[in-house]
């Protein structure tokens, strides 16, 4: 069986949070979960062996991206933080959980696991991060540009 050629998640404006910074570290987590589906092959051998290459830099990926949001979500004084932060920490243990099960031969298969990432990604963005995407643009202070930005100002 050959690779798969097309994507899992396609990219869209609905995914945007206007923080550059944070839309920039979603984009790279949908193609890092993109490239994961394009090697489900069939081939559990050829899988594995990719898995365990690309797992590290996908869990590190995941952890710098969780640790940029809250950081900014600390810094607005954002009142779901810890309730973000629990959903961050339980991605983070069901990720460890999987890895684990697939190394081990429990797992079925990368494309499972993709379309695992996929769910979890795509509905975390739409509903928890939407929350506080919403909160900084109330914060925002609107720039003779027209962009947003938070300052220290905004904050308090």
Request: overall charge positive.
């Amino acid at each position: 069986m050959s690779a798969n050629n097309s994507e899992l998640i396609t990219w869209s404006s609905t995914f945007l949070c206007g923080i550059k910074l944070i839309d920039d570290q979603h984009k790279g987590l949908v193609t890092l979960i993109n490239d994961m589906f394009k090697h489900v092959t069939g081939d559990p051998a050829q899988e594995h062996k990719y898995f365990s290459n690309i797992i590290h830099e996908l869990i590190k990926y995941i952890k710098i991206h969780f640790a940029t949001e809250e950081k900014i979500l600390l810094a607005t004084k954002f009142a779901g933080f810890s309730k973000h932060k629990r959903e961050h920490d339980f991605f983070i243990y069901t990720v460890m959980e999987k890895v684990n099960e697939y190394n081990t031969k429990k797992y079925v298969n990368l494309s499972t696991f993709t379309k695992f990432l996929k769910d979890w990604v795509l509905s975390h963005i739409a509903i928890m991060d939407k929350q506080y995407f919403e909160y900084l643009k109330i914060m925002a202070s609107r720039k003779a540009n027209g962009a947003l930005s938070i300052t220290r100002a905004d904050v308090g």
